[in-house]
Every structure is written in C-alpha cells, then in structure tokens.
C-alpha cells in the first residue's frame, strides 16, 4: 500500500513521444537495458499521449499473451508494440516537424496519420497525411511524410486502393540536399492544394502512363510523369486516354 501511495505522490516525468517510443522499440527488439521495460510502465508521465500508450502496452499482456512463462507477450503482441510506437512517435510529429506544420498552416483539419507497414529497415518515423476531398474530384492526393522516401500520392475515389494510379517520388539522389528535396516537396503540395489540377491516364500497348498537372494563370502547367507497365492492375479507361481532374482545396494565390 504504501508502494502504491508513494507511486501516486511522485512528480510525473516529462519525456518526449519521439524518446518513449525509442524506448518500447529498443524492448521489442531485444536492445534496451534490464530495468527500462520494468521503469516505463510503472511510471507517470507528463503527457497524456504517453500514459495512453502505456496503458496500450499494458493491455498488450493481457490480450497476447507469451506463449512461454517468460516474456511479455507472443508474436502478435510484439507487432502490436511496434505498431503503438510508431502511432506515439507520428502524435509527436506535430508543429516540431516543419513540414507538417506546414502542411497543417495551409489545411487545419489535416490529421497525420502513423504507416501501419513501413518500409523495411526504415529507422525512424514512417507517418502520411491523407488530404481532404473537395467537392466534385475525381481523386484526393496523400503526402507520405518520415523517415523514408517522401512522396504525393492520388488515389481515384471509384477505384480500390491496391490501383496502380498517379504518384510522384522524392529521391533523395535527385537533389543536392535534405533541405532542397523538402523545399520542393513542400512548394509542390502548394501548387496541388491551390490549384485545379488533372491526372491523365493514357494506356499503350506495353505501358500505362501517368501525368499531372496544374492549372495556371498561363494555362496548364506539368507537375510530374509516370510510367508503369501494363500488367500492373490500373483503373480501367474507355478508349486509350481518361482525363480526371480535382478542384483546389485551397483559395488560388
């Protein structure tokens, strides 16, 4: 009892989302020190984010349980550990990563959501954005944001998400540094959410292309091109060429 009244009177503890989710990620991985596990989910926390994911991590005992006498949880229970972390550390990514708070100046109600199967070997926050629709498009664009390979997606609303449709990647080899490929990862969302924009789907006999634009004061303008090879699934087109389009979410500049 006076374990537990002791536990209750002490000064909860401030630590970041980034470092709590380090630490459950360094527990599922077999990496972290003999008395971390044991620290974290017998402490308070500041922030109210991190209690709810400790008491996620605590229900993960009970409802995987391991399939030994020893460990925390089974096979199931580590998948779900490592997908709390990631949720916690994309609830920390808010005005402290630059370009969501971009991103949240132009569209306040955008919601960053955690990747449930980021890419392999990935170290770090894997997280996307999946913008609002405007009324009458044909599409709707996400922003795949963290760690891994940044990019704008857009998904045809009358097509199953496993389409094969309009994408544009930001290699990092293809800019001089970080802070270039972010500064036009940043200034192409602009254009997209301020302006009417167009996908074109053109089918050939080996490849089905994919091109974007925006539309200008000076008419339309290309964003980026694509192409991928027929055998992968796409929307099906009447004829050999389907133009789609989409209203801006945003007021022109």
Known sequence: MKLFERYLSRKPILKTEDEVATLIEDFVNGTGGDWDWGS??????????????????????????????????????????????????ASGKGPNDPEVAFIKHLLPSVV????????????????HIC?????????????????????????LLTAG???????????????????????????????????????EQKRGVFFNHFKCEYESENGWKPVYGHSSARWIRAPRILGRRQVYQSPPLVGCI
């Open 40 to 89: 974290f989910i017998s402490t308070r926390f500041e922030s109210e984010i991190i209690n709810g994911a400790q008491n996620e991590c605590l229900k993960v005992a009970q409802e995987f349980p391991p399939t030994g006498r020893i460990g925390w949880c089974n096979e199931q229970g580590l998948e779900r550990l490592r997908a709390i972390a990631s949720e916690l550390r």
């Open 112 to 127: 960053v959501e955690p990747d449930t199967k980021p890419e392999l070997g990935l170290k770090g926050p894997s997280y």
């Open 131 to 155: 913008l609002p629709c405007p009324s009458g498009a044909d599409y709707r664009f996400t922003l795949w944001l963290g760690s891994g390979e940044k990019q704008i997606s857009a998904r």
């Open 161 to 199: 998400e496993g389409l094969d449709f309009w994408y544009m990647p930001f290699e990092g080899a293809a800019f001089r540094s970080a802070e270039q490929l972010g500064k036009a990862f940043l200034e192409t969302v602009e254009l997209l959410v301020r302006h009417n924009t167009r996908v």
